[in-house]
């Protein structure tokens, strides 16, 4: 179909930390949105050495925030 939306599976480290920029958040404000108890957890998929995968859902959630999804608790910048 011509309105299909083909979201990527993967995400690379450098492609998460591209997206949290330019939404606007910083690492613990994006951990806050996220639910997480420390920016580390967020630090953990953005570091160049070593980096933990990004899981699917929040691949798919961070595209979503790119697009303009905003859920009502996300901080004003």
Do not use: C
């Not at 993967?10 to 958040?25: D, S």
């Not at 990004?54 to 303009?68: I, K």
Request: charged letters at 20%; hydrophobic letters at 35%; proline letters at 6%.
């Amino acid at each position: 179909m011509a309105n299909d939306i083909y979201i990527e599976v993967t995400m690379t480290n450098e492609e998460f930390k591209e997206i949290r920029n330019r939404i606007g958040l910083t690492q613990s404000q994006l951990a806050t949105v996220l639910g997480y108890s420390s920016a580390l957890q967020i630090s953990s998929y953005e570091r160049a050495t070593n980096p933990r995968p990004v899981p699917h859902l929040l691949n798919l959630l961070m595209r979503a925030y790119e697009q303009g999804y905003r859920p009502r608790d996300w901080p004003s910048t």
